[in-house]
């Protein structure tokens, strides 16, 4: 069984695709997504086109690649599952998945060595029912229901994208510390000794019954900060300034 | 506490925007996700921008409803979380979300009562560092690093998106019946019953020592299919034809 590394990306195929422009913008958008067999069904406007080069910006190579085929039925014959992607529901006994639904199946299909297609419809019209029969199954991305409309090359991407961060690794967040390091909590407690040990001096912290309570909330102010060995070092500097210790820096 | 019922969505903030079209390409992508608050600070070709209005499709509305400011500062100045969208490491410390990450965050402070926007920056530039540095976090939407380029539009989309689904509740997969009942196993057994005593009957199922394993793999083909009960009566239909018992339906 292969693994996941050499899970092969699901193909697109536009069925008749009318804009050279919405091609290219479909195979950029593919290209966002680490998707790259481009199939097109009987292209409006023949092929190779060349507004689709034009608007397909770093995806030329996708455009120079794509197949055409006379029939969808020729185009999906190589594929074992096929999603066909729709903005509503169509009246055919099929599963419905979302966008993110449809990137679990399919990562676990090819995973297990299958050949997958996403198919899409052609500018306003969408896909006909005769081809949503020719499919396994349907994906409606959930969207504002005020405003679901979306053109071929939005739809490539919202689907495309589920697909490539279904097998992306990328933290929810991290702190962006460009090399630097973060500060330990020792480093930080000198740091806060020291404002402390400032505050006392000029008796900000004068009051006793207030000055446990503000000490714990002036702590929490850097405490929460993840703040790095850098920013620590900055502040030190800033302080000394204040107190006529530092030149400027 | 407002409950997450209330939460106000996102205001997308677009700094220096140039091109009319791009902007209403945001305020389409907005209304898809259900975002309405846009912001624009210094529009290079001023405002209100017809091309804005003819590329806007379905989101007049928001395009009509956009506030332009002159600086970011005061575009920001009522918000109390803000993320700028970035393509790259930007070399500053401040924490890096994911557009789903963004997406959690943004819905917890949201539900909360925080009023959060989202930074977008000009076409091919980007946001500059400065504009960065006024932003709580940095968004960064995980793509192919073979290409990350998008438009405004188009993150706009993504990160919209993933604010969309993190409220939405659409299973990942559903049968569409349209109506249609889900066939009981009772009903799929008398269908089952039907076609295995008929194959006995023609001796289909002669050799014994493989009639049982014959049966099960019968039963699985149509077990697993998810069957309506109207696909059910439609196959009985077909047996009932191919052995003259019915007329065409």
Chains 1, 2 share one sequence.
């Not at 490539?164 to 973060?182: C, I, K």
């Not at 330990?184 to 020291?194: A, E, K, V, Y």
């Not at 309570?213 to 929490?220: A, Q």
Request: aromatic letters at 6%.
């Amino acid at each position: 069984m292969p693994s996941e590394a050499v899970a092969k990306p699901p193909c697109v195929i536009l069925c008749g695709p009318q804009m050279g422009e919405n091609i290219g913008a479909c195979a950029r958008a593919m290209k966002n997504c680490g998707l790259s067999d481009l199939r097109l069904v009987d292209p409006r406007d023949g092929w190779p086109n060349p507004a689709a080069n034009a608007m397909a910006a770093h995806a030329e190579d996708i455009v120079e690649a794509a197949t055409v085929f006379e029939t969808l039925e020729a185009a999906v014959a190589d594929l074992s599952y096929t999603y066909a992607t729709t903005a509503r529901s169509r009246d055919q006994v099929k599963p419905v998945f979302t966008a993110r639904g449809f990137a679990q199946d399919a990562r676990a299909r090819a995973s297990d060595g299958q050949k997958i297609g996403l198919l899409f419809g052609r500018e306003r019209e969408g896909l006909w029912n005769s081809e949503i029969s020719l499919a396994s199954a349907m994906i409606t991305v959930p969207l504002n229901p005020g405003n679901t409309s979306l053109n071929i090359g939005q739809a490539v991407l919202l689907v495309g994208y589920e697909w490539w961060t279904a097998g992306d690794l990328t933290p929810d967040v991290v702190l962006e510390a460009s090399g630097a390091q973060p500060a330990s909590h020792q480093m930080l407690d000198n740091f806060l000794n020291r404002l402390i040990t400032d505050l006392d001096e000029r008796s900000f912290l004068a009051i006793p019954e207030k000055r446990e309570r503000m000490i714990r909330n002036v702590r929490n102010i850097f405490q929460r900060n993840d703040l790095t060995e850098n920013e620590i070092n900055t502040l030190h500097g800033i302080f000394s300034f204040l107190k006529g210790q530092g030149g400027p820096r």
